[in-house]
């Protein structure tokens, strides 16, 4: 009689799913990994490209700054030669290339108690920088030019003051706040 083979087979399927996901599982938390390592050097260079970026301005805002003439600081200039200057001004011994060669206002400003603001301008020539050539007074509720609300209260020519305005409240408060030069 011949023998008859036994064999076992045994079923590593379910094994093998199991070290299947596994892997996968793994590889899932390498590929994170490497994400958010990524995601830090690039943090990492756009921080460092911000501080370069911020270094940068600030460094050519200085040298700006220094090297610019019309902005250079006032403690690096050369207070000899200004001083000089400004005492040549005053004494009235100016020099063509010292002198004021386009008319200019000057404003002054007066608050009011209610929070308004008086101002008065003084136009003056180059010929003659004593005496002011036309004068104006109004009153404002805001010194920016886009939301000034302006009322003209008074005006100087030829040395004759001209009310321009009859509200009562203007002539008693705001009126006398008007700093024009007259007696010239």
């Keep these: 009689m011949r023998k008859i083979a036994e064999y076992t087979v045994h079923n590593y399927h379910p094994y093998?799913?199991?070290v299947d996901n596994e892997l996968a599982h793994h590889a899932a938390i390498a590929?994170?990994?490497r994400e958010e390592s990524r995601l830090r050097r690039a943090k990492i260079w756009l921080f460092a490209a911000g501080a370069f970026a911020i270094?940068?301005?600030a460094v050519s805002l200085i040298v700006w700054l220094f090297t610019s003439p019309a902005m250079s600081l006032p403690i690096f200039a050369k207070?000899?030669?200004s001083a000089s200057e400004l005492g040549a001004l005053a004494r009235g011994d100016v020099s063509k290339e010292l002198s004021v060669s386009t008319r200019f206002n000057v404003f002054d400003k007066s608050p009011m108690a209610t929070g308004e603001i008086v101002i008065?301008?003084?136009e003056y020539?180059?010929?003659d920088l004593n005496t002011?050539?036309?004068q104006y007074c109004y009153v404002t509720n805001s010194t920016e030019i886009a939301n000034a609300q302006q009322t003209l209260l008074a005006e100087v020519q030829n040395g004759r003051v001209d009310v321009k305005t009859n509200e009562?409240?203007?002539?008693e408060n705001a009126l006398p706040l008007c700093t024009f030069k007259t007696n010239y």
Excluded: R
């Design 120 to 122: 008065t301008s003084k």
């Design 55 to 57: 270094i940068s301005l």
């Design 132 to 134: 002011p050539e036309y």
């Design 168 to 171: 009562t409240y203007l002539l």
């Design 16 to 18: 093998n799913v199991a």
């Design 125 to 127: 020539a180059p010929e």
């Design 31 to 33: 590929a994170a990994v």
């Design 79 to 81: 207070t000899s030669e």
